[in-house]
């Protein structure tokens, strides 16, 4: 989310909670691609923990989804400036890592907590010409590697080693940008992204012009050359789908968080709804691949 669009949306759920009292276009067209996704449910997206990202664990066994949102940051976090978190994303062998940024300043925070629960951070300074905003993580599914989003229109994604996981990163030192995704088609506002495979990622975009591919808010598929790690792949993307935006108000939504749960095959998508409904009916959207 970016910075302007998230503090917009934390001030009017700031203001819910005390109510409750608690131009680079690519000219290369996007092909078609050959699998489609339906849409076959939804649930409710509760607006102060389950309205910026999600995540399925499959360590421990029969773990719960886990959801990121104004409410899920602790005070002992947002107190020292990281008080934006983004789309989690967790690893097959159980590290589970939420990226944070600030409002200001020269990095970003990513936090993990190993399969014995202990948390640990990581930071990272900012590369030249890198942006501020720290919106998903997605760890590749080899694990050892992890890839991050900016914000805006963009031809990259970042590529790290994981924290936590790699042997290469230590909480004591700066997590390094390691490599790119160099994508062949320019994204906007991407919120979050999820492995499809280890060669495939799956990105939910908060796209409001609809100019890159004919349609706001897309569902977006990006075929990797190789799994990311330490140099530099590229990436086709080809857009989908647009994501549902269905709600009882009027407005501008917000396509958030995405996350692919392998053992069901089930892709969801959160879409936070405008206005008051942001209460009311924003959704996780479930799909299934045809």
């Given at each position: 989310?970016?910075?302007?669009?998230?503090?917009?949306?934390?001030?009017?759920?700031?203001?819910?909670?005390?109510?409750?009292?608690?131009?680079?276009?690519?000219?290369?067209?996007?092909?078609?691609a050959a699998d489609t996704w339906t849409e076959v449910g939804s649930d409710r997206a509760d607006p102060l923990t389950e309205s910026q990202g999600l995540t399925s664990v499959e360590v421990p066994?029969?773990?719960?989804?886990?959801?990121?949102?104004?409410?899920?940051?602790?005070?002992?976090?947002?107190?020292?400036?990281?008080?934006?978190?983004?789309?989690?994303?967790?690893?097959?062998?159980?590290?589970?890592?939420?990226?944070?940024q600030a409002d200001s300043g020269t990095a970003k925070m990513f936090r993990v907590q190993a399969p014995n629960g202990i948390w640990s951070e990581y930071v990272h300074t900012l590369g030249s010409?890198?942006?501020?905003?720290?919106?998903?993580?997605?760890?590749?599914?080899?694990?050892?590697?992890?890839?991050?989003?900016?914000?805006?229109?963009?031809?990259?994604?970042?590529?790290?080693?994981?924290?936590?996981?790699?042997?290469?990163?230590?909480?004591?030192?700066?997590?390094?940008?390691?490599?790119?995704?160099?994508?062949?088609?320019?994204?906007?506002?991407?919120?979050?992204?999820?492995?499809?495979?280890?060669?495939?990622?799956?990105?939910?975009?908060?796209?409001?012009?609809?100019?890159?591919?004919?349609?706001?808010?897309?569902?977006?598929?990006?075929?990797?050359?190789?799994?990311?790690?330490?140099?530099?792949?590229?990436?086709?993307?080809?857009?989908?789908?647009?994501?549902?935006?269905?709600?009882?108000?009027?407005?501008?939504?917000?396509?958030?968080?995405?996350?692919?749960?392998?053992?069901?095959?089930?892709?969801?998508?959160?879409?936070?709804?405008?206005?008051?409904?942001?209460?009311?009916?924003?959704?996780?959207?479930?799909?299934?691949?045809?």
């Amino acid at each position: 989310m970016a910075l302007r669009a998230r503090q917009r949306c934390h001030a009017v759920l700031t203001g819910l909670v005390t109510l409750a009292s608690v131009a680079v276009l690519s000219t290369a067209a996007p092909a078609q691609a050959a699998d489609t996704w339906t849409e076959v449910g939804s649930d409710r997206a509760d607006p102060l923990t389950e309205s910026q990202g999600l995540t399925s664990v499959e360590v421990p066994a029969n773990s719960p989804n886990r959801y990121t949102g104004i409410g899920t940051i602790p005070v002992s976090v947002s107190s020292r400036g990281w008080n934006h978190v983004g789309d989690p994303d967790a690893s097959y062998n159980g590290y589970y890592i939420e990226p944070y940024q600030a409002d200001s300043g020269t990095a970003k925070m990513f936090r993990v907590q190993a399969p014995n629960g202990i948390w640990s951070e990581y930071v990272h300074t900012l590369g030249s010409g890198e942006a501020l905003n720290n919106s998903f993580v997605a760890i590749t599914p080899g694990g050892q590697w992890m890839v991050s989003g900016e914000w805006g229109t963009m031809t990259r994604l970042l590529v790290h080693p994981t924290p936590g996981v790699n042997a290469g990163t230590s909480p004591s030192a700066n997590l390094p940008w390691s490599s790119s995704i160099r994508l062949d088609h320019a994204v906007r506002d991407v919120q979050g992204c999820d492995f499809l495979s280890s060669t495939t990622l799956l990105c939910a975009s908060d796209d409001p012009a609809g100019t890159l591919f004919g349609m706001t808010k897309p569902l977006l598929q990006i075929d990797l050359s190789a799994e990311p790690g330490s140099s530099d792949v590229t990436g086709h993307v080809t857009a989908l789908r647009q994501l549902p935006l269905r709600s009882s108000c009027s407005g501008g939504f917000e396509t958030e968080g995405i996350d692919y749960d392998r053992r069901s095959g089930t892709l969801r998508v959160i879409v936070i709804s405008p206005g008051f409904c942001v209460l009311t009916d924003s959704k996780t959207y479930r799909f299934t691949r045809g």
